[in-house]
């Protein structure tokens, strides 16, 4: 933020206990825009605050809210709209529309001229909120560049009404003279009064300026240029720019007659014309798209250095036509009835400059000009075989592009259509197709993390359907892209360099899968299930997990992760598997000990003096556990022995 902003005791205020002060964007003459953020409706707005020094100022107060009102009262699409007015203790303040972009004015310093389409884009839009505004009975008395406003979005909008009048109270005196010279019509500066006519004037001057990128009147002080409005007519453009069409000569002459009388009468009737024209060259209006951030505001000023300007894209070059307008015909005829005299010295004389301008025309006018051809989409020899046979010369520049093929031409500097001298160097941007880009490492990083790169990369992000890994919840765990034309994808997890305009497929982890080993067959089976996995079950014994808990998860069948929706199976311990004792009374003491160590039981009991006496002696005569009970394999058997009778 600038140091401006920082000191402005307004940013941060809350006005009217409904606008909160963000940022200052423009400074006037007459008060101070600000973009705001209105707390009732949650949206942006500009906020145009009177200055303090004119707050006791009643015609400056009034022109605040004749501004309000004026606006208010029109509902067309390509007038600013003004939503609200008020006073908060020392602050007067209007809230209106908020459009980021440019002004015509900037376009203009930009851009100096503007070509035909542009142009004629631009009056036709202007003229459509001016005519809402005639039609209203509202003279807007100040209109100018500064007052013509470029959205980004395409938008074009008239403001600024701090000077409107209604058309019945068409007197200018004192403070009222207040609009900017430049555009101030003859009876404004002669009689001091206004009508729609006088708004025609100015739209008149307004055009010139587009059209030549220069105003027709200067001088060093004010009064000079007054005094020329008053007295001079203004020239046609095609002076300035010999590829402005004769039928936006005549417009221009036509709206800028010194007598208002001779002017269109209003915006509809000159839109009407402009509209004629429009159908006459084969030129519709078009959308003014911007190319990067800015603000403009209502009161036609633009926002200071610290915000970036708006420039609006190229148009087609239009098809000029040869027809004569009625206006044309009109001033001719006119012209003929006033023309007395010697015929034979007029003669000589037309004959004498008809010779001067042929070789004027063929020398350094129009017709050592040539037209830049569109070679879009061709190769960089043929763009510079027919920029040859426009006696034009070529030099081949490359640029990445994800739209255009490689070895296809993208653009022409200067554009199609710019009609240029002889033998001028045109810069042929040819595509060298999509650039390429080196990727990081991706694995374990977060989806969104990965989305955003791949994104920032100009590449196309899918997601394939998640797994359960070792991996977190969320971490990427391949990265497979597929560029243009290749038929196998990149693996590209651990980083990798491919082309923009590729198409990136994401493997994403759902976690690991619970560990349900030692829970019952019920809980293992509701844990499972939570994170959308099918359970089946079978059962095996065991000596080591208690009866009915889990033993263990069995492998997926062919390998690989578990996948939402799959079927897992659980092993349940049965407990330790138990067998018979088998029944050794009876036996002797070696044969007894043997049969219960093959059925897998331990003995005990042959202690002295049993263990040294002579087997064929001994006989069991009791034994525990008892014969037929089921123990675990391993138990103990303890027998006694006793003399055999």
């Known amino acids: 933020m600038s140091t401006g902003q ?98 015509l004015r900037e376009l203009l310093r930009e851009q100096r001229r503007l070509s035909i389409p542009q142009t004629i884009t631009i009056m036709d839009a202007v003229l459509s909120g001016l005519s809402a505004a005639h039609r209203a009975g509202i003279v807007h008395r100040d209109v100018k560049p500064e007052n013509v406003l470029l959205a980004e979005d ?44 006088s708004d025609i004037y100015a739209l008149g001057i307004m055009l010139y300026e587009m059209l030549t990128g220069e105003q027709p009147y200067k001088g060093e002080q004010p009064m000079q240029i007054a005094y020329q409005h ?70 036609g000023t633009a926002p200071s250095g610290e915000l970036t300007k708006v420039l609006p894209g190229s148009f087609t070059a239009p098809v000029v036509t040869t027809d004569v307008d009625n206006a044309t015909k009109l001033r001719r005829r006119a012209h003929r009835r006033s023309v007395t005299g010697a015929w034979l010295l007029v003669l000589v004389l037309l004959l004498a400059a008809a010779g001067a301008g042929t070789g004027w025309w063929f020398g350094s006018g129009p017709g050592a000009l040539v037209s830049v051809p569109d070679v879009r989409g061709k190769s960089f020899d043929e763009a510079a075989a027919e920029l040859r046979s426009h006696e034009l010369t070529s030099v081949q520049e490359g640029r990445n592009s994800l739209e255009v093929a490689e070895g296809e031409t993208i653009r022409t500097d200067p554009e199609p259509g710019t009609r240029v001298e002889k033998q001028t160097r045109v810069t042929v941007v040819v595509s060298l197709g999509p650039a390429e880009v080196t990727l990081p490492t991706l694995e374990n990083k977060t989806v969104e993390t990965v989305t955003q790169l791949l994104r920032d990369a100009q590449i196309d992000v899918a997601l394939s359907n998640p797994y359960f890994t070792s991996f977190d919840e969320d971490r990427v765990v391949r990265v497979f892209i597929t560029q243009a034309g290749v038929a196998d994808p990149i693996p590209c997890a651990q980083g990798c360099t491919v082309l923009q305009g ?80 088998p029944d050794v009374r009876g036996m002797t003491r070696d044969r007894a000990v043997q049969t219960l160590t093959d059925a897998g039981f331990e003995v005990s009991g042959v202690v002295f003096p049993w263990n040294i006496a002579q087997n064929d002696l001994t006989e069991v005569v009791s034994q525990s556990p008892d014969a037929k009970t089921l123990q675990q394999r391993g138990t103990t058997i303890t027998i006694s022995i006793d003399v055999r009778r």
């Open 230 to 299: 008053a007295t001079d007519s203004v020239p046609r453009p095609s002076v300035r720019n010999p590829g402005v069409p004769e039928q936006l000569d005549e417009l221009v002459l036509w709206a800028t007659e010194r007598q208002p009388d001779e002017r269109p009468v209003d915006a509809r009737e000159m839109l009407d014309r402009l509209r004629d024209i429009e159908k006459e060259l084969g030129i519709h209006p078009q959308v003014v798209r911007s190319t990067a951030v800015g603000v403009t505001t209502g009161d």
């Open 154 to 197: 395409g938008r074009i909008k008239i403001g600024d009404f701090g000077l409107a009048r209604a058309t019945s109270a068409n007197t200018a005196t004192g403070q009222m003279l207040l609009g900017t010279i430049a555009y101030l019509a003859p009876e404004l500066v002669t009689r001091g009064t206004a009508d729609a006519r």
């Open 502 to 581: 590729s198409s990136a497929e994401i493997r994403y982890s759902l976690g690991p899968v619970p560990d349900v080993v030692g829970d019952t067959e019920a809980a293992a089976t509701s844990t499972l299930k939570k994170v959308d996995l099918k359970v089946t079950t079978t059962q095996e014994y065991s000596t080591s997990v208690e009866k009915g808990r889990v033993i263990r998860m069995q492998e997926r069948e062919g390998g690989g992760s578990w996948r939402p929706g799959e079927r897992v199976t659980l092993v349940i311990s049965r407990g330790p598997q138990l067998f018979e004792v």
């Open 6 to 103: 920082q000191t402005d005791p307004l940013i941060g205020r809350l006005v009217d206990s409904r606008y909160r002060v963000r940022a200052r964007i423009a400074r006037g003459g007459m008060a101070t825009v600000y973009v705001a953020t209105d707390l009732r409706l949650e949206r942006r707005v500009a906020l145009k605050v009177m200055h303090g020094h004119l707050s006791d100022d009643t015609v400056f107060q009034s022109r605040f809210i004749q501004e309000a009102r004026a606006a208010a009262r029109l509902a067309d699409p390509h007038v600013v709209n003004v939503f609200d007015q008020g006073q908060d203790d020392d602050l007067a303040y209007l809230v209106m529309e908020y459009l980021p972009g440019i002004t």
